[in-house]
């Protein structure tokens, strides 16, 4: 496998090289066929409803012809027999053909959504899987192109292809039969004519390949820019962007356009191409026939049967090409597509999981290093004991790294060398469920998802129950403002929370944070946006979740009761009122520990901490 | 939400669109005319030419000849079905090109108030799928609509040459097809609506689980999307499968009735043949034009649930682009001739569209002298960035009025409006391009790179960020989407700077200094006082540390200024505000011994 295309690395390229051409087609191959696999049966059963209402629709001319022949004799001779059969018959072979025809509809759709559905599911799993590392690279724009245009071109494919091809080749396979039986020599110069459009479509695969990997390129472009923009709008309004905006999203359309017309235009070249390779090879067997006419070798009729059925056996070519053409519009996005499926998670759950079900929340960072991707150290070398129980607070300059050793214990990121652990086990030993049950992380950036106020809480525990739910938003003060919205706790916040605001939006989220109850909890800037009344509240509300005493173990999905001790908990502020209940506090500077003990003897000391109390005890008033 | 429209109205819609390109989608719709004549005329030709010039002992030259006209219709052929293409790929693109930008133009210009109703995911399909589905309706499925139609009815007229009673037969299956076609029509209608919009959805849903996968991460809850997104995605596949359904229904209807109406016909022409009320070669005629003609009526019912998916997606496309944009620039418009930033309300008002009742802010008069800076605090929710986000009008005063120097907001032209004045959004919003691009965003353009390169170091150095410098590749630096790559200190730093850099006559800041830390606030507001000085600005405070920056501060309690006045003025008259600012205390307290406390304190100070 060439190591430049492997998973999304390679993307916006749309020349490869010989051999890297290969492997992704190889991969969007690949794809195609593991989508099929398990829907077989389906594919096989769409093909037989598409040949067999071939085979009645061929049923009715016959019929007709039996009826001239035949029927309309008998009839004369008083016999109506044969013209009841022949009526009765072709109404059979309509209602055959009707039905399968019905049948092959739906049939189809059923296939190509059973497919599409499953691909869809696998991406979106795979890009849950992901790791932050990537998606932070690779923006939710391209993410969303592969979900939808790229999708769309395989559905396309879908749609029309499998019954055109199918019918096609069926077709002309029976039109071959027939002319090789009539004659043979005819039979083989229509044979003939599939080495120049064997041709012609290789020379349309190796140009189309390029313009629909193009397109492909160029349609993840646009969209990643319009999602940019509406994302950013309230940006792009107040500062004026829309001008620049409109001429960039031009430009892009402008290069869309192109490559779509440079992929039709292809394809204007190679049916017409295709058509015209037919139509000549009619004309070569009527002059070859006709020859052989003149010197009494073929009979009129038949030469005038063969070349009827010549003419018909190119019919499907058309078909055939536009199938060809999806085919390759949808493989382009395969190619892409199974790119994204490649991406291997950096974080990534443990082969031989160690089960910790209830963690008791001591953690430990054993000579841990850290950089993000290749980026510079962060945190260059840092060894730190947390007991189980105690309240920990982080505290340094902006950048420092107390977000990033925050997301280190919550496993968003990989150390470089060393070992994060909880309970003494690897959190790489951990399984996902396990670590998510141990460990819950507040951001600093509060992300609502559309929805009710009560479906973003119950994220942090989904069995919870409505009573639950609302013990917890009164536990951080939300109650109140959530059972003034308009439907309360049902009310729609609106795409990314937009509904209610920046304090509100944190508060929910600590809720959610609430509902969770973990054994380790960790907070950062969670109450940044907040007033102070609020804050006081918060504080309340997270001292009794700490301190295990707020209907300790009653709701507590905890059996063995040892949460009763209280939780870990991290937490980030700058705000140091928080700090001041702590148990202990970490000054963190350039990614080290710099101070550490309680509150009370760090001011004693006079250090970082201290001075830094200090200025804030002053800003207080 | 779709409200049913008619089939005509809906696609008249893309008239003022289609009209330059009309000429040429006329002459792709006779190429493809020809080319299906052609087609139909060779057998025909091969059949004279065969059996006329061919004969035993005939001369050589009458099969050259013969097989050059095929030859030639051949080609004629394939460069027909190659002009159709010609003539009609470049306009029907451009056309879509077109609808696209002004759809993005328009999307741009809409209100903020419109882009918090609607996801990006349902924007984003109307703006690829539906438009790309247009286009290949108008270069195909509407020319293959209109040749096909002219087939049958060509094909009809010829039947009723042939034999009127046997053409009545066939065509009696036409009158149970229309009245089925009209149900199909609102059936199918309904479902690819439907279907479109919950593609929609699901693009958003995956929108939302991109953006928000840190949180889903955090509490381990992907499994959970991942249920809730299939659970659409099912739904979505419900719908294509009914959409096929009903297709394929129709398609049962077009296919069947017809040959019925064939086999009835057979029998019928036998009949009157057998008591020569018809010839024989009129049947045969007869049998072979009917040939001809079912396969295009078999093929309508494909086109018809084309164009009605098409008819679906030009109503979504004018669906958004019927919205109204609610904030534009008047016709003349104004400017203070002189631009010191005198900031009033003058008793506004703002009520959120969801909820025009309950308004938000109630009767706000609050000045704010030019260089002055304001503080404006109030309890989570209050509506301090309602009000802030007034004086850029991303949303629009319901009542009353907002002047800058005199001059209604509303008499501005938008644009120089958002000149004047620059925003820090609470949550930064920054974009996936470098440092030097996000901070620069809103800084003047013109003048040379130089001073746009010190205007950066400028902005950067107030807002204390130069972390910048020392990235990867400095002020050059891609800083990821949303910025998610930087620490939330560092983000909120440059999106200051952002606002700094835009060097506005009004400064319009919420909560700008959150995430610092205590010492790295400390040195903004040192520098940033600097730049206050004179530029007038208004500022959210969750902290008595920003109020700092403030001159004076205004309190909003209920959606009301209750308060105007000197930190340490209304931390000594009010309680309310002091319950907002004051964090030292937590258990409640004698007012009024503290009361003197603080003036004691304000004595202090004052001397
Ligand atoms: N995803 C990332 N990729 C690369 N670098 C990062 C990423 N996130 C943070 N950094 C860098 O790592 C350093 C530490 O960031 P971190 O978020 O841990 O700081 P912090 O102490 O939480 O600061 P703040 O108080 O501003 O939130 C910063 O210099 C930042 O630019
Ligand atoms: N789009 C909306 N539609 C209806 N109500 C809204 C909308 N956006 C916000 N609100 C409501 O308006 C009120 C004011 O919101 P705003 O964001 O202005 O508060 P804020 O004072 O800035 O609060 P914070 O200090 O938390 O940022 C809130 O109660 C919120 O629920
Ligand atoms: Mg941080
Ligand atoms: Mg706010």
């Known amino acids: ?621 | 939400m779709a409200k049913q429209t008619s089939f005509f109205t809906s696609i008249s819609r893309l008239y003022p669109h289609v009209r330059p390109i009309l000429p040429r989608l006329v002459m792709g719709l006779l190429s493809a005319l020809l080319a299906s004549l052609m087609a139909l005329a060779i057998p025909q030709v091969l059949r004279v030419l065969v059996n006329e010039s061919l004969k035993p002992g005939g001369s050589a030259e009458a099969v050259w000849t013969a097989s050059l006209v095929i030859l030639l219709l051949g080609i004629a052929e394939a460069g027909l079905v190659a002009l159709r293409r010609q003539f009609v790929i470049n306009p029907a693109t451009t056309v879509e090109t077109r609808m696209r930008v002004s759809l993005y133009g328009h999307l741009q210009d809409l209100t903020v108030s419109f882009h918090d109703r609607w996801g990006s995911g349902q924007l984003l399909s109307r703006a690829m799928t539906d438009l790309n589905f247009l286009r290949r309706w108008m270069a195909f499925g509407a020319i293959m609509l209109v040749v096909t139609t002219l087939t049958v009815v060509i094909g009809v007229a010829v039947m009723f040459s042939m034999s009127w009673q046997l053409a009545l037969i066939f065509l009696a299956a036409a009158v149970p097809i229309m009245i089925y076609g009209f149900r199909f029509r609102t059936r199918f209608s309904k479902v690819a609506r439907r279907s479109q919009d919950q593609a929609g959805d699901l693009a958003t849903t995956v929108e939302e689980s991109v953006h928000g996968i840190r949180v889903l991460k955090a509490f381990g809850r992907s499994q959970e999307a991942l249920e809730n997104f299939n659970e659409q995605a099912q739904e979505l596949r419900q719908t294509e499968i009914a959409k096929a359904k009903h297709l394929a229904t129709f398609s049962l209807v077009v296919t069947l009735l017809p040959e019925l109406a064939l086999g009835a016909g057979l029998v019928v022409g036998i009949m009157l043949a057998s008591t020569d009320q018809l010839s024989i070669g009129s049947l045969v005629a007869f049998f072979a034009t009917a040939a001809v003609v079912a396969a295009p009526v078999e093929f309508c019912g494909m086109l018809l649930a084309m164009a009605l998916t098409a008819k679906s997606a030009v109503d979504r496309h004018f669906e958004v682009m019927d919205a109204r944009n609610t904030i534009t620039s008047p016709d003349k418009p104004r400017r203070p001739a002189e631009l010191k930033g005198a900031l009033s309300f003058h008793d506004a008002s703002f009520a959120f569209e969801d909820a025009p009742d309950k308004p938000i802010l109630k009767n706000i008069s609050l000045d704010i002298r030019p260089g002055e800076t304001m503080a404006l605090v109030g309890i989570t929710g209050s509506g301090k960035s309602a009000l802030l986000q007034l004086v850029p009008r991303l949303y629009e005063v319901t009542g009353g009025a907002i002047t800058i120097d005199g001059v209604d907001l509303r008499e501005f032209s938008v644009e120089d409006l958002r000149t004047v004045v620059a925003v820090a959004f609470e949550d930064t919003t920054l974009f996936s391009s470098s440092v030097r691009d996000n901070v620069l965003l809103g800084a003047p353009d013109a003048g040379p790179a130089d001073s746009r390169d010190a205007a950066l170091e400028e902005a950067l150095d107030v807002a204390q960020a130069h972390f910048a410098y020392s990235l990867p590749d400095g002020v050059d630096t891609l800083i990821g989407e949303e910025g998610l790559s930087l620490s939330g200190g560092q983000r909120q730093r440059i999106a200051l700077a952002r606002a700094i850099a835009a060097k506005p006559a009004v400064l319009v800041l919420d909560d700008p200094l959150s995430a610092l830390d205590v010492n790295t606030e400390v040195l903004v507001e040192a520098r940033l006082r600097e730049v206050l000085a004179d530029t007038t600005t208004l500022i959210v405070a969750h902290r008595p540390s920003t109020v700092a920056l403030a001159d004076r501060v205004a309190l909003l309690e209920d959606g009301r200024i209750t308060a105007v006045g000197t930190h340490t003025e209304l931390l000594a008259t009010n309680s309310h505000y002091r319950y907002v600012i004051a964090s030292l205390d937590t258990e409640p307290r004698d007012l009024d011994s503290e009361l003197s406390a603080f003036e004691d304190r304000s004595e202090e100070i004052s001397r």
Request: a positive charge; hydrophobic letters at 45%.
């Open chain 1, 1 to 621: 496998m060439s190591s430049a295309t492997f998973g999304t690395a390679n993307e916006d390229n749309a020349h490869l090289t010989r051999t890297e051409s290969k492997a992704v087609r190889r991969r969007s191959l690949a794809l195609l066929g593991s989508l099929i696999r398990p829907v077989r049966a389906r594919f096989w059963l769409t093909i037989g409803a598409v040949v067999l209402s071939q085979a009645a629709r061929v049923a009715g001319p016959a019929l007709i012809a039996f009826g001239i022949d035949h029927a309309l004799p008998a009839l004369r001779a008083g016999n109506s027999l044969p013209l009841a059969f022949a009526g009765v018959a072709y109404l059979a072979a309509a209602a055959a053909t009707a039905g399968l025809t019905a049948l092959y509809v739906t049939s189809t759709a059923r296939l190509s959504q059973a497919m599409l559905l499953d691909l869809r599911v696998r991406v979106f799993r795979h890009t849950q899987r992901l790791s932050l590392e990537f998606h932070e690279k690779y923006t939710s724009g391209r993410i969303i192109a592969r979900q939808t245009s790229d999708l769309e071109a395989l559905r396309e494919l879908l749609d029309s292809g499998v019954s055109s091809l199918a019918s096609g080749l069926l077709f002309m396979a029976f039109t071959a039969i027939t002319v090789f039986a009539l004659d043979w020599r005819t039979g083989v110069l229509v044979l003939a004519a599939g080495v120049p459009m064997y041709f012609l479509a290789r020379w349309y695969q190796k140009h189309s390949q390029i313009a629909f990997r193009e397109s492909r390129v160029v349609s993840a472009r646009l969209i990643v820019h319009f999602v940019e923009t509406m994302t950013g709008i309230r940006a792009v309004k107040a500062f004026r962007k829309e001008r620049e905006n409109a001429a960039r999203y031009a430009e892009l359309s402008e290069d869309y356009r192109r490559a779509t017309v440079r992929s039709i235009n292809l394809n204007g070249i190679f049916q017409p191409g295709l058509v015209l390779i037919g139509n000549v090879c009619v004309a070569v067997v009527l002059l070859t026939g006709g020859f052989r006419v003149l010197s009494g070798e073929l009979a009129v009729g038949v030469l005038l049967a063969l070349i009827l059925s010549t003419k018909r056996f190119f019919q499907p070519v058309d078909q055939m090409a536009m199938f060809y053409n999806s085919f390759q519009s949808a493989q382009a996005a395969l190619e892409k597509v199974s790119g994204l499926l490649e991406e291997i998670p950096t974080v990534r759950p443990p082969q031989t999981p160690v089960a910790l079900p209830y963690a008791r929340g001591s953690i430990d960072f054993n000579g841990v290093e850290f950089r993000y991707g290749d980026g510079p150290v962060i945190i260059p070398r840092l060894d730190l004991h947390i007991p189980a129980g105690q309240t920990v607070a982080l505290v340094g300059q902006t950048g420092a790294g107390k977000s990033t050793l925050a997301k280190l214990i919550a496993r968003f990121y990989d150390v470089s060398a060393g070992s994060v652990t909880l309970d003494g086990v690897d959190l790489r030993q951990l399984t996902t469920e396990d670590l998510r049950r141990n460990v819950v992380m507040v951001t600093q950036e509060a992300f609502l998802f559309s929805g009710s106020v009560a479906d973003n809480i119950a994220l942090g525990r989904p069995e919870a129950s409505r009573e639950e739910i609302e013990d917890a938003a009164r536990a951080v003060g939300a109650h109140a403002f959530i059972t003034e919205l308009p439907d309360g706790y049902d009310t729609d916040v609106n795409k990314r929370g937009g509904r209610v605001s920046a304090g509100q939006r944190q508060l929910i989220s600590f809720a959610r944070a609430f509902l969770a109850r973990p054994a380790v909890l960790i907070l950062d800037e969670a109450t940044s946006s907040l007033d102070i009344p609020s804050e006081r509240m918060v504080q309340q509300g997270l001292a009794g979740l700490l301190r295990g005493t707020r209907e300790a173990g009653t709701r507590d999905t905890n059996p063995a009761g040892t949460h009763g001790a209280g939780r870990t908990a991290l937490i980030i502020a700058h705000r140091l009122s928080t700090v001041e209940t702590a148990d202990r506090v970490l000054v963190v500077h350039d990614g080290r520990v710099v101070e550490d003990g309680t509150p009370g003897q760090l001011i004693g000391d006079g250090g970082a901490f201290a001075r830094l109390h200090g200025a804030w005890k002053d800003s207080l008033v």
